[in-house]
């Protein structure tokens, strides 16, 4: 089945330490993004990438860094230079030619990051 | 410039009766609207979506939202609540004609329970 596999689920880091999620997708999409939850909040977008080789900031890139040296994958580093790295963090992706109206975006099953 | 509002944080209702979710939206653009559902620790999946079709639009497991330009409204409805319902719902605006998720943006969410 295609769809889009985040690890690991949970993840418990020490303050001053940086952490990669991985984000995989088989889906054969073009594009790829980073979204930030956090109770009570909508999902707020920390990067995408519509391409391979190419990535964008979201509105909340500060204390973050991603690479797309692939199609399929997509990893997210929480550098120590997040204040409040906290959080539900969702992968998901998006099959749209640029000039569509907007399609579905298909989500993974998100990595619960906590800062101890 | 784009927002949504989503007017009830919670919303409990008894197994049977039916669910109105809340949501107005303001876009200076014509927009697309979409309706996502997102069960405890799971990623998000699109209910519905509105692209100035029909502007009754009927999704997955029974839900239906009618988009009212004039009241700027986007209600997610479902005539018969069921115990699997019980979850956060997204309210999610986009411009149209954009192919990108990165202009999306999300309602803070309802939380929908559903009681015997």
Redesign the interface.
Known sequence: DGGITQSPKYLFRKEGQNVTLSCEQNLNHDAMYWYRQDPGQGLRLIYYSQIVNDFQKGDIAEGYSVSREKKESFPLTVTSAQKNPTAFYLCASIQTPRKARTGELFFGEGSRLTVL | AQS?TQLD?HVSVSEGTPVLLRCNYSSSYSP?L?W?VQHP??????LL?Y??AATLVKGINGFEAEFKKSETSFHLTKPSAHMSDAAEY?CVV????????????????TRLQVTL
């Open positions: 949504v944080s697309s979409f996502y620790n799971k990623g998000l999946q699109l979506k692209t100035s997204f986009s411009p149209s004609y954009t192919g990108t998720a990165s202009k999306l943006t999300f309602g803070t969410g």
